[in-house]
């Protein structure tokens, strides 16, 4: 049984930075793709970014394109979203979600998730 687990979220100020991560237990996940959702009071959940197994490959929202970056450490069975230039906009639970194929921009075909960790930015 695979478990999620993020870490990192907090308050920061608008044009900050801050890192989330996600340890992963139960199993490796050397070999599985993960990415990041996010989800604001009152909206659905929205894809936010993605890599594949061996991070050759990432793929960003539009709305983060340039500001986060996602990057993850095999060997820590750890993933993580270092997120800069944080805007109002961003505020909301991060999730990290794994795949042992492909991260899709739709999360309902998603089903290993983790509990989410709140990062709000203040204006």
């Known amino acids: 049984q695979v478990q999620l687990v993020e870490s990192g979220g907090g308050l920061v100020q608008a044009g900050g930075s801050l890192r989330v991560s996600c340890a992963a237990s139960?199993?490796?996940?050397?070999?599985?793709?993960m990415g990041w959702f996010r989800q604001a009071p009152g909206k659905e959940r929205e894809f936010v970014a993605s890599i594949n197994w061996s991070a050759t490959t990432t793929d960003y929202s539009d709305s983060v394109k340039g500001r986060f970056t996602i990057s993850r450490d095999n060997a820590k069975n750890t993933m993580y979203l270092e997120m800069n230039n944080l805007n109002p906009e961003d505020t909301a639970v991060y999730y990290c979600?794994?795949?042992?194929?492909?991260?899709?921009?739709?999360?309902?075909?998603?089903?290993?998730w983790g509990q989410g960790t709140l990062v709000t930015v203040s204006s």
């Open positions: 979600t794994a795949d042992p194929f492909i991260i899709s921009s739709d999360y309902s075909l998603l089903e290993i």
């Open positions: 139960g199993r490796t996940l050397s070999t599985y793709a």
